[in-house]
């Protein structure tokens, strides 16, 4: 191993790892595409694609030069009180490529962040407006929306990662998405009972990432909405994982034709080449915030907020989907998923095999070891990372179909034997 690798490792703190038991991870030198290659000369084929952010593949051209024009001229400058090209164009392109009147942008630097900055929003959207008692969030089992302590509080509190925190984080009303006739007369039956304390329903729509690429259908968002607007709640979806591209339309919302009240993006708005994120309102929500009264202003302000080389990743990694097949690639992806993880439904083991856009997943009865396991499919120069009891791919969009083929045939390989 490099020196750096010895000298540092002692000092880092690893993200979701027992760092007593956890293997050493992996060195990495260097990116092109869809593919990692390690100091010790491997090259792994990447099938989540840097944690579902670099949909265009890694390095790609066009960001890199903005990016390095960008440095050249203006790294960052405070949003506070001032502004800047990127930022302003980016704001506007992402409000006329949204659906419906979605227009008012707040840029964070995680996805995290940007879900906190929504709760916040809908909070203060209530105090603002005379109904101070209407501040929980409704929020659904299945759900994950972030790492930090407001976000944790309207996942999934059982199943989720952070069941430890449940006595310490604020109470918030969880619940089954209502995916069927019991399931929706149960949803309903909760507004009756709760609407008077709720200020918004909160979900990630099609896909539940984190919680185990659990999908549903697009008439659940379309109940979501319809119970939002009889009951007066503000409606917030966290489309970080599900933005740009990976479920098959720019926009997952678009395949339920509904617009949320507020949507939050991250993860692939740059291309996966810089930290960036956005709370993008309707125009009833930011009047609500339009006063003489100071106290009435969005107090919220991360100091890299719209950071200029993030925000000229960002355009250029629109550009992209205006000048590249983009969903076109997501769609061929589809289909080879769709073909070649269909026989792993029949091995041993395998509770589902299910894909949509660009993501593809084999669930599993469970998985012991998943840290065991992924090494399994390091020795095959694939980079995937079993959780839960989920194998799953999310490659980039421009991945080679070559590089797609090793990815599927990995997963059928380590799970058949």
């Known amino acids: 191993m490099p020196d750096w690798y010895q000298q540092g490792l002692p000092h880092i703190w690893l993200p979701y790892s027992q760092m007593k038991t956890a293997p050493a991870p992996l060195a990495a030198r260097s990116t092109q595409n869809a593919r990692i290659q390690l100091t010790d000369g491997r090259e792994l084929v990447d099938g989540v694609a840097a944690w579902w952010t670099a949909c265009h593949g890694y390095n790609h051209p066009h960001i890199r030069a903005a990016v390095q024009a960008q440095l050249e001229t203006m790294p960052h400058v405070m949003f506070g009180g001032m502004v800047h090209e990127p930022a302003l164009r980016l704001a506007s392109r992402l409000s006329a490529l949204l659906p419906g ?79 069927d006739e019991e399931s929706e007369a149960a949803f309903f039956k909760l507004l009756d009972e709760h609407a008077h304390e709720l200020t918004a329903i909160l979900t990630e729509p099609l896909v539940q990432g984190a919680g185990g690429m ?9 109940t979501l909405r319809a119970a939002a607007d009889r009951y007066g709640l503000l409606l917030i979806l966290d489309e970080i994982f599900t933005g740009f591209g990976r479920t098959g339309t720019m926009f997952a919302c678009e395949q339920a034709g509904i617009v949320p009240d507020i949507i939050t993006l991250s993860k692939a708005l740059t291309g996966g080449t810089m930290a960036l994120a956005a709370t993008v309102a309707r125009p009833h929500v930011f009047e609500a915030f339009l006063s003489d009264t100071p106290d009435h202003a969005l107090m919220h302000g991360p100091t890299f907020m719209a950071n200029a080389l993030a925000c000229a990743s960002a355009n250029a990694a629109l550009d992209l989907f205006e000048t590249e097949p983009r969903l076109e690639q997501v769609a061929a992806i589809n289909r080879h998923l769709t073909e070649a993880l269909e026989p792993c439904r029949m091995l041993p083991g395998v509770k589902d095999v299910r894909v949509l856009g660009a993501i593809g997943v084999v669930e599993l009865e469970k998985i012991a070891n998943p840290d065991a396991l992924r090494q399994r499919f390091i020795a095959e120069n694939v980079w995937i990372r079993p959780f839960r009891s989920i194998v799953y791919v999310t490659p980039a969009f421009t991945i080679p179909p070559e590089d797609l083929r090793i990815l599927t045939d990995a997963i059928y390989r380590v799970l058949s034997t």
């Open 101 to 179: 009147d979605l227009e008012r942008v707040f840029f964070t630097d995680s996805g995290s962040v940007a879900v906190e900055v929504a709760m916040k929003m809908a909070i203060q959207y209530r105090l603002n407006t005379g109904e101070p008692k209407r501040t929980k969030m409704l929020a659904f089992k299945g759900g994950y929306h972030g790492d930090t302590l407001a976000t944790m509080a309207v996942c999934d509190p059982e199943e989720g990662m952070h069941h430890l925190y449940g006595d310490v984080l604020a109470t918030h009303i969880i619940a089954p998405l209502p995916q």
């Open 214 to 222: 659990l999908f549903h259908a697009p008439a659940v968002l379309r």
